[in-house]
């Protein structure tokens, strides 16, 4: 018979010791296989919601308000706008923004109790109450009762009821404010939408409901900002830099800077 030449299949030597070169593929590949892959850093967490990051502010809200209020004249009787409910007038002045507060006779609050609350809001939004003081309107209106609603607020009022502290007002100020800068910013609200949607965080539930409530309580959370100081501002400006921008351009316009 034939002989033919016994095929050996190529080996590598390990030290002393030859090893196939199928088996050596096989181990480099299971060392490869085996070892630990090296893994992405994750990415940084997004807060729930701005309300959750800041919430700890709204216990000192308008505590380093220093200016008073200062009534220049009234009572006066007056028929008041919402369902010509009797009420009581007073023209005031505080830190230079002139308007006036309208307490309904049923509300059972002292006038200096509904001033101390206005003294609590940051001068710049304050022109929120000079914007429902022109003309014949009311200013900042308490009513007993409000159907269940805590406040209203439109370029033509901003109603409360006794329970409702600062930052319910500054919050309807975000409504007053946004619509008084409508002319000048057109659009207003698919910016605000779009806003929404490129700075990717919540700012509360009840903002996510609709965007002019996402806008108004935005306001609230940048009032808590402003007053806490430059620092929490700037975080804020961070988190939500689309409508920070955007609520900075209607103060403007709205005359609140």
């Excluded at 190529?10 to 593929?25: D, E």
């Excluded at 893994?39 to 380093?64: D, N, W």
């Excluded at 009022?157 to 008084?180: C, D, F, K, T, W």
């Amino acid at each position: 018979m034939k002989r033919y030449p016994q095929r050996r299949t190529p080996a590598l030597f390990f030290g002393r010791r030859s090893v196939p070169l199928g088996l050596a593929a096989s181990l480099c590949l299971g060392i490869f296989m085996t070892a630990p892959a090296t893994r992405a850093a994750p990415p940084p967490e997004v807060p729930a919601s701005l309300e959750k990051t800041f919430q700890g502010l709204g216990a000192s809200f308008g505590s380093k308000n220093k200016q008073k209020v200062i009534v220049k004249s009234g009572p006066v009787a007056r028929a008041m706008l919402r369902g010509a409910s009797p009420g009581k007038c007073w023209q005031v002045s505080l830190g230079g923004a002139d308007f006036r507060i309208t307490i309904e006779d049923t509300v059972k609050m002292d006038v200096e109790d509904c001033l101390r609350r206005l003294e609590q809001v940051p001068a710049s939004y304050r022109v929120a109450f000079q914007i429902v003081s022109e003309g014949k309107k009311d200013g900042v209106a308490f009513y007993s009762d409000l159907d269940g609603a805590a406040a209203h607020g439109s370029q033509e009022y901003l109603n409360v009821i006794p329970q409702a502290n600062a930052l319910v007002m500054v919050h309807e100020a975000g409504h007053i404010l946004s619509q008084r800068a409508e002319a000048a910013i057109p659009g207003m609200n698919e910016k605000w939408s779009e806003a929404i949607a490129k700075d990717g965080i919540s700012v509360s539930p009840y903002g996510d409901t609709v965007a002019h409530e996402d806008l108004a309580e935005f306001a609230r959370i940048h009032a808590m900002c402003l007053d806490a100081g430059p620092a929490k501002l700037a975080e804020l400006k961070k988190l939500s830099p689309r409508r920070h921008a955007l609520w900075e351009a209607i103060r403007k316009a709205a005359k609140a800077e």
